[in-house]
């Protein structure tokens, strides 16, 4: 069964900081992607960053890049120079049956981040 | 481009009813999933559906169903709601290809009373 796991259930980070958010994954399937998205206490889903399976290249978007460790399996987020706008919750998830046209993505329980002034 | 809209945003029902949310994709994207998110449970997939065929399903009852139409706009139906289902919901859109961005309208906010 596929599963997400995010350890860190809260975490703490000094403004202008850099911050590494943990996350691993379990698939058998050869084709997937992760992604990453924030979710403020507005509830909206913002979508972050997003990394195939196949990309050899770790995926950067401005502040945000995903260290992508397949043999591992795991596709931490860092997000670099921490602002307070960064508080908020941060969901790991993997997208699965890519080779079957029937998409399906699970998410992890979250890591909610705290950015401290 | 206008992003994911959902319809209502707000809603309170009693058990026993049904109700039906609506999801209306970024335009271009074909495919659209919907998703359950409570504190207890998390965000759960329900099911994901492309150009008027559902392709995946999650793990939930009959109780829960969708469609799609052919202007890619989508309906998900809860009936005999139970008071756990209050939840929100989420629904997110992409290409409909293997890969790339999912992006995500602002949920409906359901409560069973």
């Known amino acids: 069964a596929q599963k997400i796991t995010q350890t860190q259930p809260g975490m703490f980070v000094q403004e202008k900081e850099a911050v590494t958010l943990d996350c691993t994954y379990d698939t058998s399937d050869q084709s997937y992607g992760l992604f990453w998205y924030k979710q403020p206490s507005s509830g909206e889903m913002i979508f972050l960053i997003y990394q195939g399976s196949y990309d050899e290249q770790n995926a950067t978007e401005g502040r945000y890049s995903l260290n992508f460790q397949k043999a591992r399996k795991s596709a931490n987020l860092v997000i670099s120079a921490s602002q307070l706008g960064d508080s908020a919750m941060y969901f790991c998830?993997?997208?699965?049956?890519?080779?079957?046209?029937?998409?399906?993505?699970?998410f992890g329980a979250g890591t909610r981040l705290f950015v401290k002034a | 481009k206008a992003g994911v809209t959902q319809t209502p945003r707000y809603l309170i029902k009693t058990r026993g009813q049904q109700v039906t949310l609506s999801c209306s994709p970024i335009?271009?994207?074909?495919?659209v999933s919907w998703y359950q998110q409570t504190p207890g449970q998390g965000l759960q997939f329900l099911f994901e559906?492309?150009?008027?065929?559902?392709?995946n399903k999650g793990n939930f009852p009959g109780r829960f169903s969708g469609r799609q139409f052919s202007n890619s706009r989508s309906e998900m139906n809860v009936s005999t709601l139970e008071l756990g289902d209050s939840a929100l919901y989420l629904c997110a859109s992409n290409l409909g290809l293997a890969g790339g961005e999912q992006y995500f309208g602002p949920g409906t906010r359901l409560t069973v009373t």
């Open positions: 335009s271009g994207h074909r495919s």
């Open positions: 559906y492309f150009s008027e065929t559902q392709r």
């Open positions: 998830a993997m997208r699965e049956g890519l080779n079957t046209g029937g998409f399906k993505t699970i």
